[in-house]
């Protein structure tokens, strides 16, 4: 029964090369068909044509836009995976969408993005996910000790608040905010914002830097918590330090491109049925497939009824749980 | 080496462990005894820093534990849990005892140095599980799941070694082989260690000092001849026994049969 481990920096370059592939097959398809052939003369030489504008003014940024959230998700479900020890929490489990979601429906339906322009609407997303960050940890922290059962149920519940709140939010819009509510929350990689994007990419791979830090305490976290306090992590800082981090990847996210479901909780799983629940590869695999995937979908969402538009978090739902379903019928331990 | 002073602690307002008092010399094999409840590894929880004292100190090398960081412990105390890994983790054998090496990790260090690996192979093959390093943990039995984590804790270069019935779920072969390495350790490289035993037999044969726990309290500190008679374990696990002496190890020896009154 003995078996050797695939060497990590295999799993780098194989999952390195999906990235590459998933993002230049994005950049080459699309509605207006762009043969390969033009792509490259464009490139070289072509600035200040429609193809270019096309090619770096709308796809580039997009792709961009996926990689970074696609990272910043799977990172957040990996961090939080381990600390609950519970393979069914994901980013979204928390509430911290659910805030952000509640704070942007309000902004919509009192017609503030109006008055307050276009990043009036990330900036109450962010607002609402630090207002439930804050809220869950003051809940939480019980003489200085970070009860992660009572935060996990926490969070839910203010999950379904917010959803009521949310529905009653629609109930009392006209046509018109309740269609934007609607779209924002499905969620879409569409955004014409540079600064934003920069931001995402910033926040996504700083969230990357700072957690690979704690490669090993994740490592011995996701034995259990007295087993880490055993093994010399200060528990109680790692745990408050990486929810926070976690919070923050997943607050940004969603408060830039709305609610992309199941990334956060499909990729993590997947990545680690492949690489094992060492947090060294774990943590960069899990960036790179939740990258390749999130690219991926958004490409078909675009293409599959071009010229119109599918909301990516139907097809991250159908194809990541097809997957997911799949690999787990060929899990070792089932 | 050790020493607890006035340690009284418990879990919430609820004091299970009152005002316990021992020092704890270098080279020691301390076996902490006492019936279900009395607090055995409270103490130890008490003494690995996971539950903090209501009052008193427990000092080690003469420092406060409480004024020690948690990773400058885990490199000067190592603890194996009882009956270990009841759940899954899908790691082999030479990854789990590698995570014993965590408290040498610098900030910047993601790759296990060759000292690490050097130090993790010499603590599986004290253990006998060398052989089986490639092993994943799931597949593992018992008796090997808790050597494997002997290893571990091994690896952490300890000075002080503690363990939560190491033998309990064994079978005989098991608790021999490891209470047999674990005096071994003891002797040959001159690891302090304290372990809780359930088996008053085996806490006579192998521990050259013992500590019974009655209620919280610490009923008596001495050589297992000290402690185990017959008195004592009547009046402490309200059962009658007789108490031998052992033909060659002249430890006493404990038993227990039908109709004891009959006999005594």
Same mark, same amino acid.
């Given at each position: 029964m003995d078996k050797k481990r695939i060497p990590w920096f295999l799993f780098i370059l194989l999952?390195?090369?999906?990235?590459?592939?998933?993002?230049?097959?994005?950049?080459?398809?699309?509605?207006?068909?762009? +043969?390969?052939?033009?792509?490259?003369?464009?490139?070289?030489?072509?600035?200040? +044509?429609?193809?270019? +504008? &096309?090619?770096?003014?709308?796809?580039?940024?997009?792709?961009?836009?996926?990689?970074?959230? %696609?990272?910043?998700?799977?990172?957040? %479900?990996?961090i939080l995976q381990a600390m609950f020890r519970n393979?069914?929490?994901e980013p979204y489990t928390l509430g911290i969408s659910g805030g952000a979601a509640l704070f942007v429906s309000l902004n919509i339906a009192l017609k503030l993005n109006q008055r307050f322009g276009l990043l009036s609407l990330p900036t109450s997303g962010i607002l609402g996910s630090i207002a439930v960050i804050l809220i869950l940890y003051v809940l939480s922290v019980k003489k200085g000790v970070l009860k992660i059962q009572g935060l996990l149920l926490t969070g839910v519940m203010i999950s379904f608040i917010s959803s009521s709140l949310i529905m009653l939010i629609m109930a009392v819009s006209h +046509?018109?905010?309740?269609?934007?509510?609607?779209?924002?929350?499905?969620?879409?990689?569409e955004e014409s914002n540079s600064l934003l994007l920069k931001?995402?990419?910033l926040v996504s791979f700083l969230g990357l830097g700072i957690s690979y830090l704690f490669c090993f305490d994740l490592n011995a976290l996701s034995l259990g918590e007295e087993e880490a306090l055993h093994l010399g992590i200060n528990v109680e800082r790692t745990k408050k330090f990486l929810f926070v981090v976690a919070s923050m990847l997943t607050g940004f996210s969603v408060s830039i491109a709305g &609610? &992309?479901?199941f990334v956060g909780l499909f990729v993590p799983h997947f990545v680690r049925m492949m690489v094992g629940i060492d947090h060294r590869i774990l943590l960069i695999s899990a960036f790179l497939c939740g990258a390749s995937f999130l690219i991926l979908c958004d490409t078909l969402a675009r293409i599959i009824i071009s010229p119109l538009e599918l909301p990516?978090?139907?097809?991250?739902?159908?194809?990541? %749980?097809?997957?997911?379903?799949?690999?787990?019928?060929?899990?070792k331990y089932a | 080496m050790l020493e607890v002073k006035g340690l009284t602690c418990g879990y919430n307002k609820r004091f299970i462990l009152k005002n316990i008092n021992f020092k704890l010399k270098n080279h020691a094999l301390l076996g902490i005894i006492g019936p279900n409840g009395s607090g055995k590894t409270t103490l130890l929880r008490?003494?690995? !820093? =996971? =539950? /903090?004292?209501? /009052?008193? /100190?427990?000092?080690f090398e003469g420092r406060d534990i409480w004024q020690m960081g948690f990773r400058e412990l885990a490199q000067k105390m190592a603890f194996v849990p009882q009956a270990p890994l009841s759940y899954e983790v899908d790691m082999t054998v030479e990854e789990f005892v590698l995570l014993g090496r965590i408290p040498y990790h610098k900030v910047f260090q993601f790759l296990d140095t060759k000292y690490d690996k050097a130090?993790? !192979? /010499?603590?599986?093959?004290?253990?006998h599980t060398l052989n089986i390093k490639d092993r994943f943990i799931p597949e593992l039995s018992g008796g090997e799941r808790q050597l494997v984590y002997l290893a571990r804790a091994l690896a952490q270069e300890p000075k002080l070694l503690l363990l939560d019935e190491p033998t309990a779920h064994l079978d005989i072969a098991h608790q021999i082989k490891i209470l047999d390495l674990i005096k071994n350790l003891n002797n040959s490289f001159k690891l302090t260690v304290i372990i809780v035993l359930h088996d008053l037999n085996l806490a006579s044969q192998y521990c050259n000092e013992l500590i019974l726990l009655n209620n919280g309290y610490l009923y008596k500190m001495g050589t297992p001849q000290e402690i185990l008679t017959a008195e004592i374990i009547e009046h402490v696990y309200q059962t009658k026994v007789i108490v031998k002496e052992k033909f060659v190890s002249s430890r006493p020896y404990i038993f227990w049969d039908f109709h004891m009154e009959d006999l005594t």
């Open positions: 999952f390195s090369i999906m990235l590459l592939v998933v993002s230049v097959v994005s950049f080459s398809v699309g509605t207006s068909h762009i +043969t390969f052939r033009k792509i490259i003369s464009t490139i070289l030489n072509g600035k200040q +044509t429609i193809t270019h +504008t &096309i090619l770096f003014d709308i796809r580039l940024p997009r792709i961009l836009l996926a990689f970074a959230i %696609g990272g910043a998700l799977s990172i957040a %479900g990996v393979p069914l929490v +046509t018109e905010g309740l269609h934007r509510i609607v779209f924002w929350i499905m969620g879409s990689l931001l995402m990419l &609610i &992309i479901g990516v978090g139907v097809i991250t739902g159908i194809v990541g %749980g097809g997957l997911f379903i799949y690999a787990l019928t060929k899990k | 008490a003494i690995t !820093k =996971i =539950i /903090k004292p209501q /009052k008193g /100190k427990i000092l130090v993790a !192979k /010499k603590a599986m093959a004290l253990t």
